[in-house]
């Protein structure tokens, strides 16, 4: 029994690395059920692989990706500029940030205005 496990072990590795059956384990994989079915699974995959490497690639399809991926990205970064200005477009007409903003034009008058101010005074 497990001389048997040990060889379906040996034999599913080597249909798994798809190494080229002796005819004892040939014989093996038709008796045995397990094997049979890694068999039949890594055949089904075999032929899937096949035909997606056979599926013939259009003319220029690298080409048509990378144009795709670089219009992509042209539309991403667009949206992203829109984006930022409907953004500012919001801060800018959000009425607490005009009056924030008007306060900090005004105090930085009253500063400068302030500034003139002393230096009149102190030079005086
Ligand atoms: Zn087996």
Redesign the pocket.
């Known amino acids: 029994m497990q001389h048997?496990e040990d060889?379906?072990v040996l034999?599913?590795e080597s249909i798994a690395w798809g190494r080229q059956l002796s005819d004892d384990a040939q014989e093996?994989?038709v008796q045995?059920s397990?094997?049979n079915e890694i068999a039949l699974q890594f055949t089904s995959l075999d032929s899937l692989v096949e035909e997606a490497v056979d599926t013939s690639v259009p003319a220029n399809f690298a080409n048509k990706v990378m144009a795709t991926i670089k219009g992509f990205d042209e539309v991403e970064s667009l949206e992203a500029k829109g984006r930022v200005s409907i953004l500012a477009g919001r801060i800018y007409g959000f009425r607490p940030f005009q009056y924030a903003a008007a306060g900090v034009a005004i105090f930085l008058g009253v500063v400068n205005l302030s500034q003139v101010l002393l230096s009149l005074l102190s030079a005086g």
């Open positions: 048997s060889l379906c034999i599913q093996h994989v045995c397990n094997c």
